[in-house]
């Protein structure tokens, strides 16, 4: 008597790949949404240190920066190194009389986007506009 070898038919194997093919497709699209939001969580981050450094910078120097620059350059810097965003931009810091806003503008570094590109803006992160 002649027995039936041991194995996969193709169709079995085509079945199997295709379970795993979806599966991999659905981890993509979660772990894609887990980066966009590790990259918002260290852009909140960066603006608080950034926030930081400007009020330190105020109670040194009496007055807010002119502009981020200030922060990172001169003898009695804030910040080691020019801060870039989770997408390697600098951030930009808006100062509005005793007001400052801290933004980054999103993967694509120009105004405005939706999605990865959108602008994230420290008053929207942090909660308020920041008083320094």
Do not use: C, K
């Not at 194997?13 to 599966?23: N, Y």
């Amino acid at each position: 008597m002649r027995g039936r070898r041991g194995g996969f038919t193709l169709i079995e194997l085509m079945a199997v790949v295709a379970i795993i093919g979806l599966l991999a497709g659905l981890v993509g699209i979660y772990v894609d949404a887990r980066v966009r939001d590790a990259h918002v969580e260290r852009a909140r981050v960066d603006m608080q240190t950034i926030t930081n450094a400007v009020r330190m910078f105020r109670l040194e120097q009496r007055r807010l920066p002119r502009d981020l620059a200030e922060l990172y350059t001169g003898e009695r810097r804030q910040l080691e190194d020019e801060p870039l965003d989770p997408w390697g931009n600098p951030y930009v810091l808006e100062v509005a009389g005793d007001r400052i806003e801290v933004i980054s503008y999103g993967a694509d570094g120009a105004p405005g986007g939706a999605g990865e590109d959108a602008d994230l803006r420290s008053g929207q992160l942090l909660g308020r506009e920041r008083r320094p």
